[in-house]
């Protein structure tokens, strides 16, 4: 197309029996924290869910920001990890993406570090795998209140700038689990995401996704699927009172 991105150009260390795992480069939020398939036509159930409500600052594939990750896996099937994402309005403005998304260049005008924390637990249901994931964000980036001016009044009625809030933050549950069939193989999968995001600044503040797939459905066609899915995003009272 029009805009080349360079998506990932980084290292990854494992050390302690392959234990604890350290990488650094360029890339992106969502293939680490809160990794979800895309399996379907809408956003809703794609990538990591956080970049649907708070893309801003939260940037999922294909565009990427330098950044560093530690991972430790505290057991066979469980993990904790903790990320430093680089925050600039650049990477995601189309006009310097388009001549600079390529660059493996750090721009001015970074304004903070988004940092995800994420457990996760991978356990088997009779005998089927699962995955269960909860997190939580931070971006140190100032952010604009929705509906408080800056003498903290309503600035709908005022007409004055906006409020200026320290920090912006917010937490996930992203759940998976096959259900019938044989591991790894034809059955069915349900799941669960949810994401809630701070109400002070984020227009929408939360979503939720749950749905089923099926893979293999034919026997003779084992790698084939069929999914359902239901999700909801919901626009932020505060900015609608504001908008009132």
Known sequence: GQTWHLTQMWLNRKLLDERLELKFGRMTVGEDFF??????????????????????????????????????????????????????????????????????????????????LEAGWQPRWRGLPGIYKIGAWYNTSNGDDLYLDVNSNPRGLTGLGPLERSGQYGAYLSLQQQVTGTANGRGATVFLNFTQADRNTAQLDRQLAIGVQYKGPFEDRPQDSLGLAVGATHNNGRYADFVN
């Open 35 to 116: 990794s979800f398939s895309c399996d379907f036509q809408n956003l809703t159930f794609c990538s990591a869910q956080p970049g649907n409500l708070v893309g801003s600052y939260w940037v999922n594939w294909p565009t990427s920001q330098w950044a560093a990750r530690v991972k430790y896996h505290t057991a066979g099937n469980s993990y904790l990890q903790l990320g430093v994402y680089q925050v600039n309005p650049k990477y995601v403005d189309d006009d310097y993406a388009r001549h600079n998304g390529w660059k493996p260049n750090n721009p001015s005008g970074t304004t903070g570090a988004l940092i995800p």
